[in-house]
């Protein structure tokens, strides 16, 4: 049942949003191939798409934003493409930060950003730290990102724990390795976006999408737009979640 409408074209039920979205922002190679440009080009291009959906979201009032910027994987890359990646991100940062911080959103990495040079790692403190006591949309950018990578962490930092006494090995449960991770006290993802087609979760959030709801679509990132997005939010709005469980109708059904 639709109850409060965001958007009255967009038939948005606003006491159903995901509380937590995900993206993996895929395509902007192929975008630019289409085009006869460098994949730069197409990069430079998904940084729009970013800024459109960071807006719509934050108007929306989703309280959390994860994007998948820069995996573990993406190193792989040609030198060019990488530098041209972290160079965007300084701009992205440094153009956007002014307006991110009106707008009360509270920018944080998830990733190990301790690796990247020196002109990326003081933008990311500095946007950190500007917008640290920031009430609206908690916007994370998966930086140097990796799902295994993050889970090794967290169990090397409960290892020490358990070493030092901390906690106990038989209070380890669910919620202590939650904790660990770099989404630490955030919620779950609650819908997973991935564009340009592909139907796999390139080591992204591996613990944390458990039980999210997904939505791929062949758009490629940089065509990525506000109205996909909530093409993507009603889609969600549509499923059961019954997260292992029976719907209402089927607990009732004797004839299960
Ligand atoms: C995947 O497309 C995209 C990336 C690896 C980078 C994502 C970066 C942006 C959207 C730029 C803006 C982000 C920030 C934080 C400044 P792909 O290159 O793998 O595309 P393909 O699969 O078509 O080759």
Redesign the pocket.
């Known amino acids: 049942m639709l109850r409060r409408i965001t958007n009255i074209n967009e038939l948005i039920d606003s006491d159903s949003l995901p509380r937590h979205i995900a993206i993996?922002?895929?395509?902007?190679?192929?975008?630019?191939?289409k085009r006869l440009m460098p994949?730069t080009v197409?990069?430079?291009a998904?940084?729009g798409?970013?800024k459109e959906v960071v807006k719509a979201c934050d108007e929306l009032k989703i309280p959390v934003l994860t994007?998948?910027?820069?995996?573990t994987e993406?190193w792989k890359?040609p030198d060019n493409?990488v530098q041209f990646?972290m160079k965007?991100?300084v701009?992205?940062?440094h153009k956007e930060l002014d307006e991110l911080n009106e707008n009360d959103v509270r920018v944080n990495v998830i990733g190990d950003y301790s690796v990247l040079n020196h002109e990326c790692q003081d933008e990311i403190q500095r946007a950190l730290l500007t917008t640290r006591n920031n009430q609206g949309l908690l916007f994370n950018?998966a930086?140097n990102y990796g799902a295994r990578a993050e889970m090794v962490e967290a169990i090397k930092k409960i290892v020490d724990k358990v070493i030092s006494g901390e906690i106990s090995r038989d209070s380890i449960c669910e919620a202590t390795v939650a904790s660990f991770l770099y989404t630490g006290g955030v919620p779950d993802p609650d819908l997973l976006i991935r564009t340009?087609g592909?139907l796999r979760l390139s080591n992204f959030l591996l613990w944390q999408l458990a039980y999210t709801e997904l939505w791929v679509t062949d758009c490629?990132?940089?065509d990525f737009t506000r109205e996909n997005l909530f093409a993507a939010i009603r889609d969600y709005q549509q499923r059961d979640r019954r997260f292992g469980a029976l719907t209402a109708l089927e607990k009732g059904d004797e004839s299960v």
């Open positions: 993996i922002m895929d395509g902007n190679g192929r975008w630019a191939r994949r197409g990069h430079r998904g940084m798409s970013l994007v998948y910027a820069f995996s993406n890359r493409e990646l965007l991100l701009e992205f940062l950018i930086l340009a592909e490629l990132w940089p």
